[in-house]
């Protein structure tokens, strides 16, 4: 029977994966829209149209503020 032998990659890769779940997170694997594809500048722009002026654009505008406005540590990047 041949071994099987992982690429050192591999082994990099899983040494880092199991470092971070010992740090309490998890893998996210994501598939979100494709800003290249077509239609998405169309779909976007509905979208935007929709949230234009409601209450939901406020409260989304404030939170991406205040995260940008956040350091390294989660500290206001301001003080």
Do not use: C
């Not at 040494?15 to 800003?35: C, F, H, V």
């Not at 234009?52 to 500290?75: H, N, R, T, W, Y």
């Amino acid at each position: 029977m041949v071994a099987s032998v992982k690429p050192p990659a591999a082994n990099k890769f899983r040494r880092y994966r199991e470092t971070q779940q010992a740090r309490g997170l998890k893998l996210l694997r994501l598939w979100i829209p494709d800003p290249r594809a077509d239609g998405f500048r169309a779909e976007a722009h509905r979208q935007a149209s929709i949230l234009k002026g409601s209450p939901e654009e406020a409260d989304a505008l404030a939170f991406i503020e205040a995260v940008a406005d956040l350091g390294d540590d989660g500290e206001s990047a301001a003080q």
